[in-house]
Each structure stands twice: as C-alpha cells, then as structure tokens.
C-alpha cells in the first residue's frame, strides 16, 4: 500500500499556512451546504412542483427520496473511493456532478427527468461528502483547532436544512421553483473555482475498489424505499409492495455477508467494535428520521392547511437555522468538557421534544404558540446532537480509513432522510384520512410521534453502547 500527501500550505510558516486552511474550511462547508440543503432546499417547492409537473401526493416524496437514496446508497463507495482515489479528485468529480445534475433538474420538463436528475444529484453528494470530512480531519490534528473546525464544518452541516427550506421558499415565491436549482448551480460552480487553489490532494492507497458491495448496499436501499412507498397507495399485501421489500432484505443480507468475506470490504464491520462509532450511527439514523419527516410534511402542513405561501412556510422555519449555529457552536466548546455522550443523549431528547410539539398543532395554529416553539426547541437538539454525532463517528477510527468513516456516518444519516422518512410517510398516508382536512393533519401527527419513539429507542441504543466511565 502506498500513500500520497500533499497538505495545504505545506512548507510554509504556521502563520502563512493558517489563512489557506481556513479558507479550505469554507469551502468543505460550502460543498456540505450543497449536499445537506440538497434534501431540504426542494422541500419548500414540493406542492408548486406537484402542480406543476403533475405530480400526486403519494409520488411527491420522489423529489425527496431519490435523492436520499442515491445518496445513501453511494456513501460508502464514495468514502473507499476518496481513501483510495485521492480525497480532492473524488471530492472534486463529486461536486461537478452534483452540478450537473442540478442544471439538468433546473430544466426537467417533466417528472421523471426531475426524478432522475436528483438521483444523480444524490449521487455526487456521495462521492463529495465523505471525501470533505476526511480532508478536514487531515488538515486539522486532533486538537482544539480540529474542534473550531468542526464547530464550523457542523454549524454548517446542521444549519443547511432549514436554510435551505427558506431559500426554497424565497425563489419559490418570487421567481419559481426552477430558481431554487440555479442557486445551487451557482454555488456548485463556485466551489469548483476554488478546489484546487486552497484544497489538499490528500491521502490515498492503492487498493481494489468494492463493486459488489457498492451494488448490493446501493440495490437494497432503493427497492426499500420503493417498497415501502408504495404500501402507501396500493396496501401491504401487493407485489409492488411486498416483493421490492423482499429483494431489498436478500440484497442487504447479501452484503452484510459479502463484506465480512471481502478482501478490501466497502466497510469493514469491525469499525461497529468502537463504541463511538456505532453510537454515533444509531444517533444518524434517528436524527434524520425525525428532523427531515418534519421538514418533508411542515411545508404541505403550512400552505395546504394553513394558508401559508412558499415564503410564508420557509420563513416559518428560519429561525431553526439560526438556532442550530448557535448551538452547535455552543456545544462544540462544552465537548471537551462534557465528552460525546451527554451531547448525543441530549441533542435526542431536544428534538423528540421538538416533534412531539409539532404533533399537537391543531388546524387553525397560532404561529408563535404552536409553530415556534416546535421549531425552537429541536433546533436546538438538531445543533448539540450534530455536533456530538460527527465528532462520535471519527473517534478512534485511523486516519486512513476516515474517508469510509465519514461515509459510513453520512449513510446512517440518509437512512434516516430516505427509508426512514419514506416508512414514516407511508404511516402517515394509512392513518391520515385525506378525504379531510383534519384526517390529513391526523396522519402527520401519527408520523411525528413515531419519529419520536425512533429517537426515544436511540437513545436507549446510545446509552447502553456508551456505558461506563469513559468521556467520548
């Protein structure tokens, strides 16, 4: 195995070096924007684009799920890739195709392009995402300028949902839904311009890319998805249904046992041997789950019961992105202090609390009595929980394999944003009465309760796996 390095400022005095590092910061979080606001940015648009582009309320969560998926399903490949490639090359490819593919969805003159170009979008958020952790962690040892780093990397990460939900709503409303692709290709472009002056190629080896497991992974999380959206319309009991389930449960198996064989596995499951990491996996999965089923049924429950327009909705929302900067900047100081766990417990428990606030919002809300306060209590959840998750997920892990890590943990969170957002969906849609205003309201609150029993039983999860003395 042969590695490659080549760090930003290399050779350079402390003080003449710390400018480029700091710049490269901003730019990782700017590809991070992308890829996180990626999932939310549309959210704001849905019921426009599902007026516009014919689309029914079953087949609307598409614009959210396949990209979710793609996203999911590429991760790990996308981190092996980036250790094994060259952390800017892949970073780089993944970040241009993201670009791409957004110019194709700004022009989509029907559904299924649209559909298609935000599975490739999903795509080259998984080859970039993993690959800008590990370039962050390579730039900065561990220490208190990798905790500044990361406060900012993570306010960033953290913030981009709701801010994203707000600029959705803005171009939405002023211009169109198409608008809201063409601020992305802007920055997309932009961050492009910037990666070869102010980023380091980074580490790499030479070792055998896993095709297979790629596959298997990436199959089993689409027909999930599949699967489980279609129970919404056509019942458990069809082949549309139980069959695509079938096919994902053998897929996903397959890989699991695939991987435990495989001479250079896309993931190595020993990685689950460090408390941390499977803490912070578990802590992924229900903070997604929760976070992104409010902001996929918030915008319809804000304009198609409220009254809300595009803009009223993303203003509605504001306030959590300001929330989450400054928690998450807050709890990036106290972890040093307080270790991992607390942060993780906490984080939970502020966003299950933020739900179980949404799932009491009657049909004629009082924005600062009952929207508000639902916003403002997960936000802070969403900024002390992402702080301690992303921190979890590379400790302890060699720095060789943090591309993968940081894969792995972006992974979970998309298995959140897709399988879990899609089951919660189809909850929602076999509870809820949509023949009725008050029915359709009842199936978001069944869904945001169960969001909460997900972040309740993840919690249990992470302080079982974290017990005893140690702070991390």
């Known amino acids: 195995m042969s590695t490659h390095v080549d760090s930003v400022g290399a050779g350079l005095p402390a003080a003449e070096s710390e400018n480029p590092r700091w710049l490269a910061v901003v730019v990782l979080a700017a590809a991070l924007a992308l890829d996180a606001g990626g999932v939310a940015v549309v959210n704001a648009a849905l019921p426009v684009i599902g007026q516009d582009l014919g689309i029914g309320s079953a087949d609307l969560q598409w614009m959210m799920t396949s990209y979710a998926v793609t996203f999911a399903g590429f991760l790990l490949f996308g981190g092996r890739a980036a ?91 002023f211009l169109s839904w198409r608008a809201v692709f063409v601020f992305n290709v802007v ?44 129970a919404s319309h056509a019942g458990w009991g069809t082949p549309l249904t139980y069959v695509p389930l079938v096919l994902s449960a053998i897929l996903l198996v397959g890989f699991v046992w695939w991987e435990r064989r495989a001479a250079n596995p896309l993931l190595s499951l020993a990685i689950f041997r460090l408390p941390t990491v499977t803490a912070a996996t578990v802590a992924a999965v229900a903070f997604f789950t929760a976070v992104l089923a409010v902001l996929f049924f918030a915008p319809i429950y804000l304009q198609g019961l409220l009254g809300y327009t595009p803009l009223q909705s993303g203003l509605a929302i504001l306030p959590m992105g300001m929330i989450v900067v400054v928690s998450s900047n807050i709890a990036g100081r106290m972890m040093a202090r307080v270790g991992q766990k607390p942060l993780l417990i906490l984080g939970l428990l502020l966003i ?121």
Not at 199 to 217: C, F, H, Y
Not at 433 to 446: E, I, K, N, S
């Open 352 to 472: 299950a609390a933020g739900v179980g606030l949404w799932a009491v919002t009657p049909l004629d809300a009082d924005y600062w009595l009952h929207i508000f306060p639902a916003v403002a209590v997960m936000s802070v959840g969403q900024g002390v929980a992402f702080a301690g998750l992303t921190a979890a997920s590379l400790t302890g892990v060699p720095q060789h394999e943090h591309g993968v890590a940081g894969g792995l943990n972006v992974t979970a969170q998309q298995l959140g944003g897709s399988v879990g957002v899609a089951a919660l969906v189809t909850l929602a849609a076999s509870l809820g009465f949509a023949d009725t205003p008050q029915g359709l309201l009842d199936g978001y609150h069944a869904a945001y309760l169960a969001a909460v029993a997900v972040l309740l039983l993840g919690i249990v999860v992470i302080t079982v796996v974290m017990r005893g003395p140690r702070r991390t």
């Open 187 to 230: 920055i997309g472009l932009a961050v492009l311009l910037a990666i070869k002056s102010v980023l380091p190629e980074g580490r790499r080896s030479r070792q055998p890319l896993d095709l297979v497991g790629a596959t298997a992974v990436t199959g089993g999380l689409l027909l999930a998805v599949f699967g489980l959206s279609q």
């Open 83 to 173: 250790d094994v490639l060259g952390r800017r090359r892949v970073f780089a490819l993944g970040v241009g195709l993201f670009t791409l593919a957004t110019i194709a969805a700004a022009v989509a003159p029907v559904a299924s392009v649209l559909i298609v170009a935000r599975a490739l979008q999903g795509v080259g958020a998984a080859l970039s995402g993993p690959s800008s952790l590990a370039l962050l962690t390579e730039m900065f040892p561990e220490g208190p300028r990798r905790n500044k780093a990361l406060a900012v990397y993570t306010s960033v990460g953290a913030s981009s949902f709701s801010a994203g939900v707000v600029i959705g709503g803005v171009l939405t409303d």
